[in-house]
């Protein structure tokens, strides 16, 4: 079982991962920081291992300057962090976003999974996305 203080530092690691490659755009710098020998990519749009990573953000990075993400809250549970976010990219809406990532038994950050929808002008409902 995992203590608290483990799963505490596993939900800090991958949300300084995600700050340092998303919001101060340093994808490479993320990736030599924050995870292990490995790292193993779900999202169909970014190619599978770190340095098909770091390719795709930097293009987003030069593609759409002044891009943010906010985190919304956070669930740790055994080697999983799980990231509720609003995503902001410049022209285009906002998306809600769940981020899933695995950490290997060094706390470091070995595989990402993702799904995103966007935020809409109006909804059936008055709760929101967040």
Known sequence: MISNIALDNNRKTVMAF????????????????????????????V???????????????????????EFIRSVAEGNLVVLHCRQTWPGLPDYAG????????????VEHWDVLQTVPDEMAHANGMF
């Open 98 to 109: 769940i981020d899933i990532f695995r950490l290997d038994d060094a706390g470091k950050v």
């Open 47 to 69: 190619g599978d291992g770190k340095e098909a990573f770091i390719a795709y953000f930097e293009k987003m990075t030069r593609d759409y300057p002044g891009k943010k993400v």
């Open 18 to 45: 995600y700050d340092m490659m998303f919001n101060q755009c340093l994808p490479r710098e993320a990736i030599e920081q924050f995870t292990g020998e490995t790292y193993i990519q779900h999202n169909p749009h």
